[in-house]
């Protein structure tokens, strides 16, 4: 047992990851700082997904929080990415959970969470996206304004009323970053 790896799944502060997650975390021995980065990243995610904003929206939660818990897994290949840039992990990512026995439609996140300037990347991949930018308290205009387009279209608001009450959800939930940054930073890649 690698007791960073679960003081990164237990310690306080932030939801629990998913258990069928934390499993498959285990299982590739994946590095603590990987662990408590998704947790941090699934942590938002939940914000995200059960505030106002995407109520009425139609987005399927269970395959959002899915995909924010294990879009990095991929880095347990790529561990250089864990610390400096590199794409390397996103499709090693979504063949290691296909491998474990994932869904494709669960594992394609680990795959697309880095192409969200996409033409056709839906709701739930623009959201996972989202979350992981958002924990660390990143904004990205150009996906906020997808992701207001898509929420406009399903209630029937303007897009700039779903822009702003979903910049209004955002600050707030940046707010949060400092604490997530410091409570990944504690353990080792
Ligand atoms: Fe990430």
Do not use: C
């Not at 033409?119 to 997808?146: C, H, I, N, S, Y």
């Amino acid at each position: 047992m690698n007791e960073a790896l679960e003081r990164a799944f237990t310690e306080p502060g932030l939801r629990p990851l998913p258990d069928v997650v934390a499993a498959l975390l285990r299982d590739v021995g994946a590095p603590p700082r990987l662990g408590a980065h998704l947790r941090a990243v699934h942590d938002v995610a939940v914000q995200i997904v059960d505030g106002p904003v995407f109520s009425n929206a139609g987005v399927d939660r269970e395959a959002v929080l899915f995909g924010a818990a294990t879009h990095d897994i991929g880095k347990v290949r790529f561990p250089g990415e864990l610390t400096g840039p590199g794409a390397q992990h996103e499709p090693a990512g979504e063949q290691l959970l296909v491998r474990l026995g994932v869904d494709e439609r669960l594992a394609r996140f680990a795959a697309l969470h880095g192409r969200w300037d996409r033409d056709r990347a839906t709701l739930d991949e623009l959201l996972v996206t989202l979350a992981d930018k958002v924990w660390k308290g990143r904004r990205e205009p150009g996906l906020e304004q997808k992701v207001a387009e898509v929420v406009a279209a399903a209630t029937g608001e303007p897009v700039w009323a779903a822009y702003m009450r979903l910049d209004d959800e955002l600050t707030r939930i940046a707010d949060g970053a400092d604490e997530r940054l410091a409570f990944q930073a504690r353990f080792p890649p």
